[in-house]
């Protein structure tokens, strides 16, 4: 790989990035306190925006901290408490949630019932990531099991949801991961039949709700592996759905809709269903629909406000110009950045849906599966063949660093405040 030269860095860097996450925590009205430990598995933030990082461009032996072996298949992107780095895969048909320390040292593994194997090749029985308040994780697996655990890996309840609730009807794998809000720990079944939202009590299991969210669509547009999030409404948490082409807003002690938006697919196109995440930028609910695998992008901004239908009165703006199919978006402090399955990057203006950069990452026959990451003023972007690419943001993004691993990467970088963590196909590895 050719790579241009790294950006020398400078004595400023520190007071730049806290500005940075200043205005970050301010533009998504959140507390500028909030740890730079990933208990969601796109970080704090919910959308893989890491503003208080600092990396040094550059991923080699040099700026590597440690390399451990992992003993089996998995996707799920790690998560990060003050003592753990937890993340999931099966072994010898296992079900397996393990924890190792922040240095790489190995630390406790969870068995978890019999692993239910992926179909697609870069899929697995573990996609879902870790949810996690810090002191409890919670893990859910395409064989149905869902488990909460406590901080040394200690069961403390178990479901099995496909027992519970009948088979899953997903043409590909689960990947919908589980969210922690104040109220409890939720999960999401979007597919073909009876869809629902639930929230969990998180140190007993018991159901605290269970919301029905059924809509007509073309077919597989009901077929949903995106993740809920958490966003702010007039003051109050609530929980952002987007699956079955509809995008909607949920209470999070009733699980009751608060408000519902369709209209992204006037034209009644199939075989569309919902993989990536959105994210919520200021007032924007920034959504990523179509097939840009297959040149078909759409992207959506969606108000992030109001009660009942508010298809005809909240859709801000949309564009074919960019979107994502697989993986989900990120946030710069200032846009929100799409990166296409085949290697289109651009800057795009929340409010406004403008496109204010756009570049291409060197081309491959191999396609982008991870989510792209942003850490300090860099963006970490991972193909599904192993390349890794660093560039530095700003009004023209640079490429300036990277690295073939020489293995497969799905899951998305993360950065835990001191390291950057990436999940390949047999190892985790860590960077500064």
């Keep these: 790989m050719h790579l241009a030269p790294p950006k020398v860095y400078h004595p400023m860097a520190s007071w730049a990035a806290s500005l940075r996450c200043l205005l970050a925590c301010l533009w998504l009205g959140l507390p500028a306190a909030l740890s730079a430990q990933s208990h969601h598995w796109r970080g704090p933030h919910q959308n893989g925006f890491f503003p208080d990082g600092s990396l040094s461009g550059q991923l080699d032996a040099s700026s590597m901290n440690w390399k451990v072996a992992l003993p089996g298949k998995g996707t799920s992107t790690p998560v990060v408490t003050k ?8 072994h010898e048909g296992q079900n397996t949630v393990a924890a190792y320390r922040r240095n790489g040292e190995p630390g406790w593994i969870a068995l978890c019932g019999a692993e239910a194997p992926g179909k697609h090749r870069n899929g697995s029985g573990s996609n879902a990531s870790i949810a996690t308040d810090g002191d409890h994780f919670f893990a859910y697996f395409k064989s149905g099991h869902w488990v909460g655990l406590d901080h ?17 009807s997903l043409y590909w794998d689960h990947g919908t991961s589980p969210l922690i809000t104040s109220h409890g720990v939720v999960m999401a ?15 007993t299991g018991a159901l605290q709700w269970k919301q029905s969210r059924n809509f007509s669509t073309p077919t597989e547009g009901d077929h949903g592996y995106s993740s809920p999030i958490i966003a702010q409404l007039e003051g109050r948490e609530v929980i952002l759905v987007w699956g079955a082409q509809h995008l909607t807003c949920h209470d999070i002690k009733t699980g009751k809709t608060v408000w519902s938006c369709g209209d992204f697919n006037p034209k009644k196109i199939a075989f569309w269903p919902a993989v990536a ?11 990523p629909f179509g097939r840009a695998d297959k040149k078909q992008p759409r992207l959506h901004g969606i108000l992030l406000e109001g009660m009942g239908d508010v298809t005809k009165t909240h859709r801000r703006w949309h564009t074919s110009q960019h979107s ?8 710069d402090g200032a846009l929100a950045i799409c990166l296409s399955d085949r290697g289109t990057l651009a800057g795009i203006q929340p409010d406004t849906g403008q496109t204010v950069w756009a570049m291409d990452l060197p081309k491959h026959r191999s396609s982008y599966y991870a989510s792209p990451s942003v850490v ?19 009004k023209k993004p640079q490429l300036i660093g990277g690295k073939e691993l020489g293995e497969r990467v799905i899951a998305s970088p993360v950065f835990d405040g001191t390291q950057l963590l990436i999940r390949s196909e047999k190892h985790l590895i860590s960077y500064r």
């Design 83 to 90: 003592d753990w780095i937890v993340l999931t895969y099966a």
């Design 277 to 287: 995440s959105p994210i919520q930028a200021g007032k924007t609910v920034v959504v």
């Design 324 to 331: 994502s199919f697989v993986p989900s978006l990120t946030f």
């Design 376 to 394: 300090g003023d860099k963006l970490i972007a991972a193909r599904e063949d192993g390349a890794v690419f660093v560039l530095q943001l700003g």
């Design 152 to 168: 040394q890996g200690h069961t403390l309840w178990k479901h099995h949801l496909v027992e519970q609730y009948g088979p899953v």
């Design 189 to 203: 079944r979007m597919h073909e039949g009876e869809s629902w939202l639930a929230s969990y009590d998180k140190e």
